[in-house]
């Protein structure tokens, strides 16, 4: 089976622009929690900071979308590839993170003498709670974007098979666009509010997805 860079035309080095901007990505979320630290105060220089480095998280999103429609072009198009790709996904999140999710309910005993509730466990433990506002945030510290990337790498085998065109690709970012239209500016009054709409990077990242897609599509299929 022919690469994701053979069908493209492009190779491994095109992405470099990518990990580029995946490293901004990861030191502006990083300064921007530090930031946050008690005790610490920031020059007013760094309000840019303060203000904007948390959508590095975003960004980070964004570049997933854009990776994976590189990589898995063409690529999905049987039973035992998406089996495979869910796999991959899975076993390269659910490990580590069950791992930190084992020592937050130590804690939570040693500290507070309590645990958590089962909805919580059971929304953590499938990677779901980013649907439920009462559990978005997961248990596990800053797990909110986990379940938002575990619910993208969900769809993401439907969107490879739908998304076939340019026309095809604008009519999902404009569905996506509406969902995070419809949905975001009711739930912002409302609080927590669910991760998977969180300013709304969901059905962003769908959109982005949608349209990568088409692009990438459209350079294995010139003539077309």
């Known amino acids: 089976m022919p690469t994701a860079a053979a069908l493209t035309g492009l190779s491994r080095h095109d992405l470099e622009g990518a990990d580029t901007l995946r490293f901004w990505a990861a030191l502006s979320i990083i300064l921007y929690h530090a930031l946050l630290l008690p005790g610490i105060e920031p020059p ?12 590095g998280v975003p960004l980070f999103f964004a570049l997933s979308a854009f990776v994976l429609c590189h990589g898995y072009h063409g690529r999905l198009d049987t039973a035992e590839a998406v089996r495979s790709f869910y796999l991959r996904r899975l076993f390269r999140i659910a490990p580590l993170f069950y791992l930190v999710g084992a020592v937050s309910l ?3 005993y040693a500290a507070y003498g309590r645990g958590i509730g089962m909805a919580d466990l059971v929304t953590s433990a499938t990677f779901t709670f980013g649907l439920f506002p009462q559990h978005h945030q997961g248990f596990v510290w800053a797990s909110w974007s986990i379940g938002v990337e575990m619910l993208f790498y969900a769809i993401f085998p439907l969107l490879t098979v739908v998304v076939r065109s340019w026309r095809s690709a604008t009519v999902a970012f404009i569905g996506a666009a509406g969902i995070a239209a419809a949905l975001g500016p009711g739930l912002q009054g409302s609080a927590p509010r669910p991760a998977g709409l969180r300013e709304p990077r969901a ?20 003539w077309r």
Do not use: D, K
């Open 44 to 55: 007013g220089s760094f309000w840019v900071i303060r203000n904007f480095g948390g959508f």
């Open 106 to 108: 130590a804690f939570f």
């Open 203 to 222: 059905a962003g990242t769908i959109a982005i997805l949608c349209r990568w897609h088409a692009r990438l599509l459209h350079l294995a299929r010139p």
